[in-house]
Structure formats: structure tokens, C-alpha cells
């Protein structure tokens, strides 16, 4: 990427089930978050360096659930299949745990949210290349427990590849912290670019949170076509912005005051 000059209460959701977490970070995600408007309305937002996604060499997402890919860097995906390049989206688990003691099986789920990442990385290329999906099936909310021997296999995935995106180590989830040090540790041992992008940050953190690595974070700005490609890749994953049966299982996992966060004309990484 290069970078060009720098310019001038909602609704708890119900997170993806974190059953290994610290109770200080499955509080922060389950708590009322920082509605979009705050985040609209903060001017380090707009000052933050912009950059231009030209990866030569290929992109290689990392999602620790299917949907991470989208929500966090949608944007960047479009832009890099736009340039022609090659992407692959490695998909740590399956987000078997995101309807814990559901109406429907657990494969059924894992199914569903396997389709809909398929056809949401479908929606960001159309008539164009479609990136490759690749699936490791960790257990849901256990990725810590298998950092270890995930490095290596995805040093491999990411051999030949020019730069890697994966969830920021410090979003306060489980399974997105431990994918962005498997992220992290793969990209070293191959020689490889890494960039982190946050997603539950946006419901956690407010404007300016010192808890929050600004100085390392870069702004991508997408044009309207790309921002309409993403927001109708978001509405793919009905398993987690909608009900899932509704009057058997109303939970909604992103509800709209969470998507609003992903709807925006642009999207934030840390380098």
C-alpha cells in the first residue's frame, strides 16, 4: 500500500460466545458500546494518513470467524480483486459457537456460515476473479489453544503472498486476539507484510481511547460502488445480522447499530 497526503447508548450485541476470554474483556464487548455517530463526529477519524491498497504480490485475509474478512476489511478485499491481484481468505473456524445451545444443529450452522462467506466474497467480484477460501476448523472460541501449531500452517498459506490482514491482537475477543498473533508469527517466519484491522474496537473503544494504537493506523477510502459492494456483502451473513429462527432464537448477533460501524465510505488498519 502507498500512502498518499494526510488530509484534514446502543444495544449490546451478542458476541460471538467467548467462553475462554478475560471477564474484563467479554464485559467490554458485551456492555453498551460507542454508537457511530460518536465515531462520525471525532476529527482524528478524517486526520488519520490515507493509503492506497496497490498490493502487488497478492492479499491473504485472515478471518477468525466467517464474516471477520468482510466486517474488517471488505473494502480492501474489493480493491485488491478490483486491481486483479490474487487473494486468498483463510477462515480459522467455522463460527460453530455463535448461537450457543441453538435450535439447529451445529453443522447445520457451520454449513450456513459457510455459504454465506462464499457468496459474500462472490458479491465483492462480480464478473471478476473470486478469492480462495481456505478453512483450518478450529474450534470456535478455542483459537489460543492451537496458536502454536496454526503458525506454521499458515506461514505456508501465505508463502508467495505480498501482505497479510488479519484481526488487530488488541480488538478485546478471544479468538480475534489470538488470530492476530497466529497472524503475526506466521508473517515473520514468511517474510511477509502485516496489517491488522479492528472490529469489535469500534463497540468497545471511543474516540481517542488511549487503549487504541492510533499512531499506527492507516485510513482506506473506498469509492461509492465498492462501499455498495460491501454492504451487500455484510447482508449475506443473515445467520448473524438477523434472527436465526425467529420466535425460536431471536438473538442477533450484529444488530444494526452494530453494522453501521462496517457500513462507512471507508476502513481502518494498523500497520
Known amino acids: ?20 476470554a478475560a471477564p474484563e474483556h ?29 498490493v502487488v504480490g497478492g492479499l491473504v485475509v485472515v478471518a477468525a470467524h466467517p464474516d471477520d474478512e468482510i466486517l474488517g476489511a471488505g473494502g ?15 477462515v480459522l473456524t467455522d463460527g460453530d459457537a455463535s448461537h450457543p ?11 450456513r456460515r459457510i455459504e454465506e462467506s462464499r457468496r459474500a466474497l462472490a458479491v465483492l467480484s462480480p464478473g471478476g476473479p473470486v478469492a480462495e477460501i481456505v478453512r483450518l476448523g478450529l474450534p470456535d472460541t478455542a483459537v489460543a489453544a492451537h496458536e502454536a501449531a496454526t503458525i506454521p500452517a499458515l506461514a505456508e498459506l ?51 481511547d488511549p487503549r487504541v494504537p492510533w499512531e499506527r493506523a492507516v485510513r482506506i477510502d473506498l469509492n461509492p460502488e465498492r462501499v455498495r459492494r460491501k454492504q451487500r456483502a455484510i447482508g449475506c451473513f443473515e445467520t448473524q445480522i438477523a434472527p436465526l429462527l425467529p420466535g425460536l432464537d431471536d438473538r442477533v448477533i450484529l444488530p ?4 453501521a460501524h462496517f457500513e462507512r465510505s471507508f476502513e481502518v488498519l494498523f500497520r
Open 256 to 259: 444494526p447499530e452494530e453494522l
Open 76 to 90: 480492501l478485499l474489493a480493491s485488491v480483486l478490483d486491481a486483479g491481484e490474487r487473494v486468498r481468505v483463510v
Open 158 to 208: 501465505l508463502a508467495g503472498y505480498a501482505l497479510c490482514a488479519a484481526p488487530w491482537s488488541g480488538d478485546l475477543h478471544a479468538d480475534h486476539e489470538a488470530a492476530g498473533r497466529i497472524a503475526a508469527g506466521a508473517c515473520a517466519a514468511a517474510g511477509v507484510r502485516l496489517v491488522e484491522y479492528p472490529v469489535w474496537m469500534w463497540h468497545w473503544a471511543e474516540p481517542a
Open 26 to 54: 467479554e464485559n467490554a464487548i458485551q456492555a453498551p458500546g460507542t454508537p457511530e455517530p460518536a465515531w462520525a463526529q471525532w476529527r482524528g477519524l478524517d486526520r488519520l494518513p490515507r493509503v492506497t491498497p496497490r
Open 1 to 20: 500500500m502507498t500512502t498518499e497526503p494526510m488530509t484534514e447508548p446502543t444495544t449490546a450485541p451478542i458476541a460471538e460466545h467467548i467462553t475462554d
Open 101 to 111: 445451545n441453538g435450535p439447529i444443529p451445529p453443522a447445520d450452522l457451520v454449513a
